[in-house]
């Protein structure tokens, strides 16, 4: 009897969604003015500090790799949960959170409990890369939140700066992304600014040589000496290519230039199996959109496959019964088709 009431408990309180539930224009009926509210938001953020439609568009990325997009990265800490927002890729770095309370503040106006905060992360990433210049996309919703986050998967999945290619590459693949996916959605570092904190190993300790990484324009170079010198506060920021404000192959010309800003970036480069698609992106723009959108779509399909909710509020999770029951129970509801990072 007991176990027929928390069955029935949770099939009330939580869904599951697998990515082949995710549609184009899932809200077409329930809230169909959900992606014009989205971009509305973000012109306004745009407008308001360019770089913040950069930061929100990472979200994506850094919510998708760590079980499947579910906003898990958006939720606070709380005493018994530590969050990602404080993982070692996110600490001091993700930023904008305001730009999602906003949207999420107008959706629940127009259209209560209905838009996910996962979904929120995906419209607002594909407006902020054509907002910017870059290539639109038709995107597939219907996604859930999380019910919890983790600060340890995070930080055992993010990829440091200092990545070189052939560690990314083993990332990406088990993401179910291939090589071309990985190059492509690097060139999402057309937009945005890092820190100096992301690179001052590579201007003077590469490897723990002391030195320089080689591959390093040294005009370039001698910039970034200038605007983080060894003395600097880590927090400074840089720009990620030299038109930063702008969605396009830039980034794949300074690469081939040698002056990409992370390590991670210069290695698509210098590595022979990325190297060729760098150097074609830098001459092809329309292709680089192409294989960027697709990206986006792939890894917009990450799932966990483990009961959500449409969270009321992105930075903590409804109020629930269904948290009262055991882990075990939760986890009955995972589906097998699941496609998020292994
Ligand atoms: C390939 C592996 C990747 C690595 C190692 C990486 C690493 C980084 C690092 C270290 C920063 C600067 C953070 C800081 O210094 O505070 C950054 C910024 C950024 N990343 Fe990535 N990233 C990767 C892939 C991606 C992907 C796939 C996307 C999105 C599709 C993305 C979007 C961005 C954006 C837009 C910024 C600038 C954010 C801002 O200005 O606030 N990155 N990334």
Redesign the pocket.
């Known amino acids: 009897m007991l176990l027929l009431f928390l069955i029935f408990l949770l099939h009330t309180t939580s869904l599951v969604t697998s990515s082949s539930d995710l549609r184009p224009g899932f809200y077409s009926n329930t809230c169909p003015e959900a992606e014009y509210i989205v971009q509305d938001v973000m012109k306004k953020a745009l407008f308001r500090e360019p770089?913040s439609v950069?930061?929100v568009?990472?979200f994506?990325?850094h919510d998708c790799f760590v079980n499947g997009c579910d906003a898990s990265m958006l939720l606070d800490d709380t005493p018994d949960m530590l969050g990602e927002k404080l993982a070692l890729?996110n600490i001091?770095?993700?930023?904008?959170f305001e730009v999602v309370d906003e949207i999420k503040e107008a959706l629940e106006k127009k259209c209560p409990g209905v838009v996910s905060c996962a979904d929120i992360i995906i419209m607002a990433?594909r407006d902020?890369v054509a907002l910017t210049g870059g290539p639109n996309w038709e995107v597939r919703l219907g996604r859930l939140d999380s019910l919890t986050a983790s600060q340890e998967d995070s930080d055992n999945i993010m990829?440091?700066?200092r990545?070189n290619a052939t560690a990314?590459i083993d990332?990406?693949q088990k993401c179910n992304l291939t090589v071309k996916d990985?190059v492509a959605?690097?060139g999402?570092?057309s937009?945005?600014?890092?820190?100096c904190?992301?690179?001052m190993f590579r201007l003077y300790n590469q490897s723990g040589s002391g030195k320089p990484d080689p591959a390093l324009d040294p005009s370039y170079r001698e910039q970034l000496n200038k605007l983080c010198p060894l003395d600097v506060d880590q927090n400074v920021?840089v720009n990620?290519d030299s038109t930063?404000l702008v969605f396009d192959n830039q980034y794949f010309k300074d690469l081939v230039a040698g002056r990409g800003f992370?390590n991670?970036d210069e290695t698509l480069f210098t590595f022979p199996k990325t190297r060729g698609l760098v150097r074609f992106y830098s001459t092809h723009q329309s292709q680089f959109f192409e294989a960027f959108a697709e990206?986006?779509l792939k890894?917009g399909d990450l799932q966990s496959g483990r009961p959500g909710e449409v969270r009321r509020n992105c930075r903590m999770v409804n109020a629930r019964r269904a948290h009262l029951l055991p882990d075990s129970q939760q986890e009955m509801e995972n589906k097998d088709e699941i496609h998020a990072c292994i």
Request: no cysteine; glycine share 6%.
């Open positions: 770089r950069a930061s568009m990472r994506q990325f890729s001091n770095s993700l930023r904008s990433s902020a990829p440091s700066p990545a990314l990332l990406f990985l959605l690097s999402s570092h937009i945005g600014q890092g820190r904190f992301s690179v920021t990620l930063p992370l991670s990206g986006m890894m």
